[in-house]
């Protein structure tokens, strides 16, 4: 009997749905996503393929194949060609987009803004912009609470990281990223014509990048002002430690990038935690179970004081709530990586340049690592359950190197909101009531339409 151990199959052997000629699964992929890579994974296995308009693609739902790929063995992946096609022409070269050694100096320049201290320092601030927007809020009244989400975090964002109150420019800027969004779902067979071909949604699309490129260029303008006249520190904040850094030969960072790093910012530290808040408010008014006992928490814990940074580390509930609704409905769904080279997978051969497809959807969603997994139970999050989970079997925010650099800021923010939001006001569904029946995937996971619920006050 050899010891060489066994060769990698060849990729075309690894299990998948055959789908149409040409079109592969485009229809299918297109027709419901999340239906799709569930049934993948739930008949091929956790290392599974299939071809959309003849492109291969491997679909990862495999914790540890998850683990080689973003943590042990990540130097060996990119982000990749499928993801810059979405991203690039908007965000340019920001931190989600670029990679090796200029990824790494651009992440060492935005981390002190994500710092213990430094996150502590923006809580009271959360929490004052959260009571200012919902004391415009009347009772009984309906509201669609995803847009109310997306302009709160926004406000946060700007003021956090840029140190800008950007309440004027909030519809402008907003009204740009959301199409951003939109567009990068595709759906549309016009998106199958070549780039050169000026699209209706491409069209859209380059308005909404040049509007977003215009007020960017007036937001750094002012800072860089700011900075000139020393009416602020160049710590202060991101935008101005990116306008005053300076490389190993002197030289500052060209405007073109500062503007890629604060689109990227305003983007990726807004949408996401918009997302969790609407879901997790749409998921409570659902549960009125599990909205009794966190508001019983929060009346135990805070009495009539506002959620501050020390105080909402105690709301061990409410964490779990948090915890629990990224889970069932992750506002990033998936993730996309490339290998440099071709690297073994589940026992086949995958080429260099085949796009990966991680679905924290499925995998967060998986009756291995989870017990009746389309449930909403916030209590399952025990120390038992933490202790035996795979690393990879939850991964909200990525893992290994290129987690996100604002996930403490993101937790922060949403528990603070939610906190703030719920001892004021009740959240009754309106429309639509099954939320996961209208979801797509675009970049994050997004609602279809709006989120109506209505408002009653306490």
Not at 254 to 268: F, G, M, N
Not at 272 to 282: E, M, Y
Not at 375 to 404: I, N, Q
């Amino acid at each position: 009997m050899s010891d060489t151990p066994d060769r990698p199959r060849p990729s075309e052997a690894a299990p998948g749905p055959d789908g149409l000629p040409v079109l592969g699964s485009f229809l299918e992929t297109r027709r419901d996503f999340f239906a799709f890579r569930d049934r993948v994974a739930a008949e091929y296995g956790g290392v599974a393929r299939y071809r959309v308009l003849g492109q291969e693609v491997f679909l990862l739902t495999d914790p540890d194949a998850i683990q080689r790929v973003l943590v042990t063995e990540n130097e060996r992946y990119v982000k990749g060609e499928l993801f810059q096609q979405q991203l690039r022409p908007v965000l340019g070269n920001g931190l989600l987009n670029s990679e090796g050694d200029f990824w790494r100096r651009q992440r060492h320049l935005i981390q002190p803004a994500f710092t213990p201290d430094r996150i502590a320092g923006y809580a009271d601030m959360m929490v004052e912009t959260a009571e200012r927007t919902s004391a415009r809020w009347d009772d009984g009244e309906v509201r669609d609470v995803h847009r109310d989400m997306m302009g709160l975090t926004l406000d946060i964002v700007a003021r956090a990281l840029m140190g800008v109150d950007i309440r004027d420019r909030t519809p402008a800027i907003g009204g740009a990223l959301d199409t951003v969004m939109e567009q990068s779902a595709g759906g549309s067979l016009l998106d199958l014509l070549p780039p050169s071909v000026p699209t209706p949604g491409r069209e859209k699309l380059r308005e909404a990048t040049a509007s977003l490129d215009r007020i960017v260029d007036e937001l750094v303008d002012e800072k860089r002002r700011a900075l000139r006249e020393g009416e602020t520190e160049p710590d202060a904040d991101v935008v101005s430690a990116l306008l005053t850094a300076e490389d190993d030969d002197g030289e500052r960072m060209a405007a073109e990038q500062v503007r890629d790093e604060v689109k990227t910012l305003l983007l990726a530290g807004h949408e996401t935690t918009a997302l969790s808040l609407t879901f997790t408010l749409h998921l409570l008014a659902q549960h009125p179970e599990v909205e009794r006992r966190l508001l019983d928490e929060l009346e135990a814990e805070l009495g009539g004081a506002a959620a501050g940074f020390d105080t909402v580390r105690d709301l061990d509930y409410l964490d779990r709530v948090v915890t629990e609704s990224m889970r069932l409905l992750p506002p990033v769904h998936g993730i996309l990586r490339e290998p440099t080279e071709a690297v073994d997978l589940g026992g086949y051969r995958v080429p260099e340049g085949t796009p990966l497809a991680i679905s924290q959807w499925v995998v967060h969603r998986d009756p291995a690592h989870y017990d009746d997994p389309l449930a909403f139970r916030p209590e399952r999050w025990t120390d038992d359950l933490e202790a035996d989970l795979h690393p990879l079997a939850y991964f909200p925010f990525s893992s290994g190197p290129r987690r996100c650099v604002g996930d403490r800021f993101a937790l922060l923010e949403a528990k603070l909101i939610l906190a703030t939001l719920l001892r004021r006001f009740a959240f009754e569904v309106v429309d639509p009531v099954n939320l996961e029946a209208n979801l797509e995937a675009s970049i994050t996971t997004r609602p279809t339409r709006p989120v109506r619920m209505r408002l009653h006050e306490r």
